[in-house]
């Protein structure tokens, strides 16, 4: 079945460091992949999708890239900020249209100053 | 301002009760969804409701019962059969297909 596999956390980077978090995905189809960002005490928000091979999505300085290859949607970001600070889910559409995301188990990022 | 408001921030149940969770939107989306999240894990959907009066089960639907009477309402009741209800529960609201979901700030359910 559909799935995403998230690097474990938690994640703890010094300001202005560079930021990974891995995400890998199994599907059966053609799905759409997105990474969301729970900030402490709210709900989620997209952070940014990519709903075909070979896209990039980005948002806020965060990128990731859409890889059939090695069916994996890494997130990314050059330089973090004291504020990034979050839970961030990598999660998973199997198709247009579908009515259910399958979610990764989060990843929670700490940057200090 | 538009939005999802999900009431009340904090819930307490006693043992064999009953609670309803509220969900309002006022963003004039067709579709609703519950998800629950537990520590370390991900979401899962409970339910969700692409139309007025109609809703359809999720992933982990046991132990809880939703209704859909207005557009803007999907209030998600977590029955005495849940046994297991401590959780923080998110609501999302959607024009239909997930790529298009906006989530409330979530309701953390406490069992006494």
């Known amino acids: 079945g559909d799935s995403v596999t998230q690097m474990e956390g938690p994640v703890t980077l010094s300001e202005e460091a560079f930021l990974t978090i891995n995400c890998t995905y199994t599907?059966?189809?053609?799905?759409?992949l997105f990474w969301y960002v729970q900030y402490p005490g709210e709900g989620l928000q997209l952070l940014l999708k990519?709903?075909?091979?070979?896209d990039k999505g980005s948002n806020k300085g965060f990128e990731a890239t859409y890889r059939k290859e090695t069916t994996s949607f890494h997130l990314e970001k050059g330089s973090v900020q004291v504020s990034d600070s979050a839970v961030y889910f990598c999660a998973l559409s199997p198709r247009t249209g579908a009515n259910n995301l399958f979610f990764g188990t989060g990843t929670r990022l700490t940057v200090i100053p | 301002d538009g939005g999802i408001t999900q009431s009340p921030k904090y819930l307490f149940r006693k043992e064999g009760q009953n609670v309803t969770l509220s969900c309002e939107q006022n963003?004039?989306?067709?579709?609703m969804y519950w998800y629950r999240q537990d520590p370390g894990q991900g979401l899962r959907l409970i339910y969700y409701?692409?139309?007025?009066?109609?809703?359809q089960k999720g992933d982990i639907a046991e132990g809880y019962s939703v209704s859909r009477e207005k557009k803007e309402s999907f209030p998600l009741t977590v029955t005495s059969a849940q046994k297991n209800p401590t959780a923080f529960y998110l609501c999302?609201?959607?024009?239909?297909?997930?790529?298009?979901?906006?989530f409330g700030p979530g309701t953390r359910l406490l069992v006494l």
């Open positions: 963003l004039n989306h067709d579709a």
């Open positions: 999302a609201s959607g024009t239909g297909g997930v790529e298009t979901q906006y």
């Open positions: 599907a059966t189809g053609y799905p759409s």
């Open positions: 990519a709903t075909k091979a070979d």
């Open positions: 409701s692409q139309i007025v009066n109609d809703f």
